[in-house]
C-alpha cells in the first residue's frame, strides 16, 4: 500500500510550479552527491503556510516525498510545520515521532528509512520547508543549502 502512495505522489505530483503568486520565501536544497534539487516557494498569511509549491529534478523518492510534504503542510500554522518537519525527521532516522498521523502520506516513506542512502532523498523537502519556515521568520526571502551526504 505505501508504494503505491510513494508512486501516486511520484506520477501526479500535487504542488508542483514553478512560481508562486505572492510567495514570501524561496529556498533552494540540494545534495550536490546524489544530485536531488528542490526550490521550494511558500507564502504565509496570518501565521499559517498560506501555500507551498515545489520544483526540482532528482529521483522519484525526494519528488514523492515532496508532493506528500506540501500537502501535509499546507494550512497548517508555522510552528506546526515545524513541528511535522521534525517528526519526519525522527521517522527518516528511525526514531519513534510523537506524532506520525499527521504526516497523512508522508508516513508511506517509513520504510525508506531502512536504506541509508535514500533517506536524504526522502529529508530533503521536508528540511526545505523548516528552512523556508526559518527563513520567513528572519524575515528573509531567499536561502540555499548543499546538503553533504
Known amino acids: 500500500m505505501y508504494q503505491d502512495i510513494i508512486l501516486d505522489h511520484y506520477r501526479k505530483p500535487h504542488n508542483r510550479a514553478e512560481q508562486l503568486d505572492d510567495e514570501d520565501t524561496h529556498v533552494h536544497h540540494s545534495n550536490p552527491l546524489c544530485g536531488d534539487e528542490m ?35 499546507a494550512g497548517r500554522e508555522l510552528a506546526d510545520v515545524l513541528d511535522l518537519s521534525e517528526n519526519f525527521r525522527q521517522m527518516m532516522h528511525g526514531e519513534e515521532p510523537p506524532r506520525i498521523d499527521d504526516l497523512e502520506d508522508g508516513i508511506a516513506f517509513q520504510g525508506v528509512a531502512r536504506f541509508p542512502v535514500r533517506v536524504k532523498c526522502a529529508l530533503l523537502s521536508w528540511m526545505a520547508v523548516k528552512d523556508a519556515v526559518e527563513t520567513y521568520s528572519s524575515g528573509d526571502s531567499d536561502h540555499e543549502v548543499a546538503h553533504d551526504a
Open 39 to 73: 526550490d521550494l516557494r511558500i507564502r504565509v498569511r496570518d501565521g499559517r503556510l498560506d501555500a507551498v509549491v515545489f520544483s526540482g529534478d532528482g529521483c522519484s523518492i525526494s519528488q514523492a516525498s515532496a508532493s506528500a510534504m506540501t500537502q501535509a503542510v
